[in-house]
């Protein structure tokens, strides 16, 4: 059974291998225990860790919100109604 590292993880999944340790750190990920390898900390991920990470992935709540997110739960908060523009005034 082959055991990969969190760096290979992260490849294969499509995400840095930065981000993958600061969801583990953040505790967003339940990870495998480390293991000390050469004097070295290393997590080494099974199949169905991996598995169980593809699962997790999407529920994950990422980062800051960009303005348009703000705007769609600030407009969603007033109950949908449209945002008033101004009017050009004619000359």
């Not at 082959?2 to 291998?17: I, M, W, Y």
């Not at 990470?53 to 709540?61: F, G, Q, S, T, V």
């Not at 969603?76 to 101004?86: C, L, N």
């Amino acid at each position: 059974m082959d055991r990969l590292s969190t760096k290979q993880v992260a490849k294969k999944l499509g995400l840095t291998g930065a981000s993958l340790s600061r969801y583990i750190k953040a505790g967003k990920i339940t990870a495998p225990p480390e293991t000390m390898a050469g004097g070295i900390k290393l997590r080494l991920w099974s199949e169905t860790d991996i598995e169980r990470l593809r699962e997790e992935l999407p529920k994950i709540a990422n980062g800051r919100k960009t303005r348009y997110q703000k705007l769609h739960a600030k407009q969603k908060a007033q109950g949908k109604s449209p945002v008033p523009h101004k009017t050009k005034k004619k000359k």
